[in-house]
């Protein structure tokens, strides 16, 4: 659903691909601007992420 909202659809499969590609790389960009910027915290059960705040 988060992948659709950024409009990046189906494009990364697994969530590691993602992460690093997308919300690691906006958190970069946002850090840069003083005004902008956001968190996420996740939530993993053996392995597997169950939800992402």
């Known amino acids: 659903m988060l992948q659709q909202m950024l409009g990046v659809g189906d494009k990364y499969k697994q969530y590691g691909q993602f ?3 997308v919300l690691q ?16 915290d996740e939530i993993n059960k053996a392995e597997k992420l169950l939800k992402l705040y």
């Open 19 to 21: 992460k690093l590609r």
């Open 25 to 40: 790389q906006a958190k970069k960009e946002l850090d840069k601007k003083e005004s902008l910027t956001f968190s996420f």
